[in-house]
């Protein structure tokens, strides 16, 4: 697939030492955090966009398929290398090369893990809210090429929020430079914001202008237990039409508290079926516990069955606690997941709740149910074995049913991880024929040959999906490992 | 250019009595809020997509230039049909048609006025941040065309930010509904988000899915002298950089200040350099009114020869009064005038400043310059009397030097009032080839025959730009009107 010419090349490129084609090293670069693996044929780790450029014109002349990889801990198989061809290992541009206070902005590589510029922007009073549970190793690429989130998107938007600028190379090693250091723009099509979501198939960013906002100094936290999801839907709704805007309104359900209870100081009253993580922030630390008062008392009205706040960091760390240890908690019970990500109408949580718990007694699979309830993204994660004969067929027919219910209510596939190779099969039935053509016509336009990230975000299988999950690839001898979530 | 047999189908999809072709009705669709006028060769007013859609059908089919309007109060000419060809009038499609508090967003129509969406927001506890100047006549289309934004972006960002799904009709009349009524969303290429500030150049949008978030209850405004504007932008970076985000941050330049001066209660302190509006609003009324105290600390800080608190509606009003004062002073100095709409990165609004008013020195007209300091954009109105032979010429090289200024200094055309037929000869200045390139494959992508909206957005002299202000059509035998700003 890539030619001994090409790697003479590459080698050229970017020194011999960069570039990786024994088995262990193709196998270092076939996974993500789901359980697909696929190995590529060469793995290259560029250092400047000119290096990419290179590579890029050089894939673009001999029509090999190149897959741009950041942290690889997305949990939508967005990297994994389908048709084999060049992994493009973008950890070595892990430079954040200006935080400006005065402009607002931050300018960094695409492999600046999330964290390190929450780090260096607060050290200079700023902010970058998009805070992805994976921010500890996600890095601001593969932030930028999914659309990350997290919870406190309901105050302060996603990773598309912040992009202000970007230098992508277009799949033929063209660069452009959409946006810029501007805090706002109207100045032609938003072509930094087509390329974000685009999950590198449009083109590899190597450079990432973000915006900065000042930081808020003090911020609370409640726990709200429900005796019903109708009680909590209707405590979030009232929330956020008091007037209150919560950094966060987390969600856990009825199997989601069984797996943590463990982990709830004082554990919960008897018939919590729902709860609630409610976060403010703000400057204020009288106005900002006021509000969290104020978020207890609405819910105390909505019928909440006990409500706990907490104003200092330790109290609020047991708070978060619960929503922290669900991944944990998750393996324990069965050793695989498959985690979703799908977004209802907000006012349609308790609908989509109720149908996947129905999903899960008809398919026989625990489907534990949490999230980001004031945005309406919810993370429903099928658990299952492997091992088990029979079980990933169960597992593709509650993920197929999920993703019909969640269309059916009006929502989406993914709040937040993106399409990959996981939810491509999906996309025609989320889009219109004409929403695909639309799509696809911009793709063909950039990257005619389509060797950027292929097999990725569009359908392969226009008719019967049955068979989708299984189809995914995972490397030969190798055990899958659980995947993350 | 519109033959008869198309307007006999024209008046078969809408009614004859929303077709027109008398002089005085193409008159009357022939302007925006600039200088420029042109007739279209008839106006069509449809009421539903489906109309809509035929519509372009029709004249897609007959090679016919279409020109989406809403409410035609934009600042960039981006509803002058400069090709004839039909002008949509989309002000009968002005419904609300939803406000859900449960899903936090309210469905519309283009032609409903931007105000009126948000009295019914407020009428629910809900909130649309957007507020440009023209929110009492602009429609919601518009501001989707241009990415309309405002004082109130810093906090809240602009239109695009609050666009969460359209219904948009493609050039040959297909029909796209990219996005939904989900808040968050990472599922393919966010079609939705390239429409917004396309200024009907990729197709004609006739719903829009706007997100709503909560009302604040409270609000206070502070007025800061300045003996310098660099004392005003360091102001501004030092606030931003305390973790105080206020709503809006206006600014006003010395020339601008001159203007109002009669308007400002009180008056203002002997040797006031430059003036800065700074609002902050929550729910506490206490924290709110501490935060703008704070601020008037921090900019005495900085060295400001006055800081005067309004926490009152009525004070409130009183302070913003010069602010909106602006405009109709402009007109009283000079008839006629050229608003410009540059943003800067935040940290050169001096320098920018500084070009513009020895700009004004060196062409001899004066530019007063205010504008929203906390996100770099600034609004320079070179004034001038169109009756004085030559002034046009000066106006010319007085905007040409100022888009030149801003482009060196990392700036941009338009923060919020678009390109159109005004700024496109600069877009080659600004952008890449490779991004101009990008920008033409994706319109030519979807508007093939390139009717939407022709003469827009896009460079029509590669070369020498000389003339391209007096390039620009005004109608035979109407006094051209002052410019609105």
Not at 12 to 32: K, N, Q, W
Not at 50 to 55: L, M, P, T, W, Y
Not at 364 to 370: A, E, N, R
Request: glycine content about 10%.
């Amino acid at each position: 697939m890539v030619p001994d010419t090409v790697r003479r090349e590459l080698c050229a490129i970017v020194g011999p030492e960069y570039v990786h084609d024994r088995p262990a090293e193709l196998i270092a670069y076939s996974y993500d955090g789901t359980f697909q693996q696929q190995r590529p044929d060469v793995v290259v780790s560029p250092r400047t966009t000119a290096e990419v450029a290179q590579i890029l014109a050089l894939a673009h002349a001999h029509g090999i398929p190149v897959v741009p990889r950041g942290a690889a801990s997305g949990l939508a198989g967005g990297v994994i290398p389908l048709a084999g061809g060049i992994v493009l290992n973008l950890a070595r541009m892990n430079r954040i090369l200006e935080i400006s206070p005065e402009d607002g902005v931050a300018v960094v590589e695409p492999g600046v893990v999330t964290a390190r510029l929450q780090a260096a922007a607060e050290a200079r009073g700023l902010f970058y809210p998009p805070d992805p549970a994976s921010l500890n190793q996600s890095s601001l690429g593969g932030n930028v090429a999914t659309n990350a989130g997290g919870p406190r998107c309901l105050k302060y938007g996603a990773t598309r929020d912040y992009v202000r600028g970007l230098t992508v190379v277009l799949a033929d090693g063209r660069v452009l430079r959409p946006g810029g250091r501007v805090l706002k723009q109207s100045t032609g099509y938003q072509l930094a914001q087509l390329f974000v979501g685009s999950e590198g198939t449009l083109g590899v960013v190597t450079e990432i202008i973000l915006k900065l906002i000042p930081l808020p100094r003090e911020r609370a936290t409640a726990r709200l237990a429900f005796p019903s999801l109708d009680a909590a839907a209707e405590t979030v709704t009232t929330v956020l039409t008091a007037g209150l805007l919560p950094t966060a309104i987390e969600l856990l359900d009825r199997t989601t508290i069984d797996l943590v209870v463990g982990y709830l100081p004082g554990g919960l009253p008897e018939g919590s079926e729902a709860l609630l993580i409610v976060e403010c922030d703000g400057n204020d630390a009288t106005a900002v516990q006021a509000e969290v008062a104020r978020v207890g008392e609405l819910a105390r009205g909505c019928g909440a069955l006990e409500v706990q706040v907490a104003t200092t960091p330790p109290e609020r760390a047991a708070l978060w606690e619960a929503r922290r240890a669900i991944s944990p908690a998750l393996g324990r019970l069965r050793p695989n997941k498959l985690g979703e990500d799908i977004v209802v109408p907000r006012g349609q949580i308790p609908a989509m709740v109720r149908r996947i718990t129905a999903i899960s007694e008809e398919v026989g699979l625990p489907i534990p149910v949490f999230g980001h309830a004031g945005d309406g993204n919810l993370h429903p994660n099928i658990l299952f074995d492997r091992r088990v004969p029979g079980e990933l067929e169960r597992v593709e027919r509650a993920a197929t049913l999920i993703f019909e219910a969640a269309i059916a209510l009006g929502g989406t596939l993914s709040g937040e991880h993106g399409v990959g190779s996981l939810k491509r099969e999906f996309m025609a039935a989320r889009l219109s024929s004409e929403e695909l053509w639309a799509m696809q016509a911009i793709k063909h336009a950039l990257d005619p040959k389509g060797i950027l990230n292929p097999g990725k975000l569009f359908p392969t299988r226009p008719g019967d999906r049955t068979g989708w999950l299984a189809a995914l690839p995972t490397l030969d001898g190798v055990v899958p490992c659980s995947a993350a979530s």
